[in-house]
């Protein structure tokens, strides 16, 4: 494996890894070819291109950040990677963009959620293999853990890259985002549409649509978008509805 390919392209990003960290970042690989021949974790698993779309993805919100904070100040102030911030990832999956963006800024507290335990089991077994500290994944629904107590509006960034549509992705991660924090929604590029249907539920639960950035994958012609959602307000309490709800009965 040639992890300065890696190390390249998160420069594009203004992201300098060490040695440590590309040595994670391949471990993290072995470990998710390893498991995804026995569930399903991803349908990519070419070690470059998981390097693009899944590493370099996910990595890329810290450019966004970067570049919206020369016409709002705002944002570099409370998104401050590098300082280390309280990060939820919702529905992660196979860890992404959660577990990268913690292996790169290892001063960041991330919570890994997700519904199904056997992929849970896969990202302790990460962390376990990297000696990470200060995250945690957790088998859970976003439904019932945006109403715990010690999560519900606990976190500075809310980030998800599932595939639901932005209204629903908003009532999963908009409760744990404290006031004043971001919900960042990773999105394909075309979103304008989607974005304009899901504002009335994003008012709703308290957020606003603060600015989407777009971009191309590092040495593609992929194109991606963020949606950065300011959390202007608390959520109201009936807000996650019950499992199944959110996707049956987008707001």
């Given at each position: 494996?040639?992890n300065l390919?890696?190390?390249?392209?998160?420069e594009?990003?203004?992201i300098?890894?060490?040695?440590?960290?590309?040595?994670?970042?391949?471990?993290y690989?072995?470990?998710?070819?390893e498991?995804?021949?026995?569930?399903?974790?991803t349908?990519?698993?070419?070690?470059?291109?998981?390097?693009?779309?899944?590493?370099a993805?996910?990595?890329?919100?810290?450019?966004?950040?970067?570049?919206?904070?020369?016409?709002?100040?705002d944002?570099?102030?409370?998104?401050?990677?590098?300082?280390?911030?309280?990060?939820?990832?919702v529905?992660?999956?196979?860890?992404?963009?959660?577990?990268?963006?913690?292996?790169?800024f290892?001063?960041?507290?991330?919570?890994?959620?997700?519904?199904?335990n056997?992929?849970v089991?896969?990202l302790?077994?990460?962390?376990?293999?990297?000696?990470l500290?200060?995250v945690?994944?957790?088998?859970?629904?976003?439904?019932?853990?945006?109403?715990?107590i010690h999560m519900?509006?606990?976190?500075?960034?809310?980030?998800?890259?599932a595939?639901?549509?932005?209204?629903?992705?908003?009532?999963?991660?908009?409760?744990?985002v404290?006031?004043?924090?971001?919900?960042?929604?990773?999105?394909s590029?075309?979103?304008?549409?989607?974005?304009?249907?899901?504002?009335?539920?994003?008012?709703?639960?308290?957020?606003?649509?603060?600015?989407?950035?777009?971009?191309?994958?590092?040495?593609?012609?992929?194109?991606?978008?963020?949606?950065?959602?300011?959390?202007?307000?608390t959520?109201?309490k009936?807000?996650p509805?019950?499992?199944?709800?959110p996707s049956k009965?987008?707001?």
């Amino acid at each position: 494996m040639n992890n300065l390919k890696l190390k390249e392209l998160v420069e594009k990003q203004s992201i300098i890894l060490t040695d440590a960290k590309l040595q994670q970042f391949d471990k993290y690989y072995e470990l998710l070819v390893e498991w995804n021949t026995f569930m399903n974790l991803t349908a990519i698993t070419q070690y470059d291109e998981v390097l693009v779309k899944h590493f370099a993805d996910s990595l890329a919100i810290k450019s966004a950040i970067a570049a919206l904070s020369k016409i709002d100040s705002d944002i570099c102030k409370i998104l401050d990677l590098e300082k280390g911030i309280h990060i939820v990832d919702v529905g992660t999956g196979a860890g992404f963009p959660g577990l990268p963006i913690k292996i790169a800024f290892e001063n960041c507290s991330v919570k890994l959620l997700d519904s199904l335990n056997k992929r849970v089991q896969f990202l302790n077994e990460v962390i376990t293999k990297n000696e990470l500290v200060n995250v945690e994944a957790i088998h859970c629904r976003a439904e019932d853990a945006g109403r715990d107590i010690h999560m519900r509006e606990q976190y500075d960034l809310g980030v998800s890259r599932a595939v639901s549509n932005l209204a629903t992705l908003s009532e999963y991660v908009l409760p744990f985002v404290k006031v004043g924090g971001y919900f960042v929604a990773y999105k394909s590029g075309e979103i304008e549409e989607e974005v304009d249907c899901s504002k009335k539920a994003i008012k709703v639960l308290g957020g606003q649509v603060k600015h989407i950035y777009k971009f191309c994958l590092p040495d593609t012609d992929i194109e991606r978008s963020f949606v950065f959602i300011k959390k202007i307000h608390t959520t109201p309490k009936k807000y996650p509805r019950k499992a199944g709800i959110p996707s049956k009965e987008p707001i």
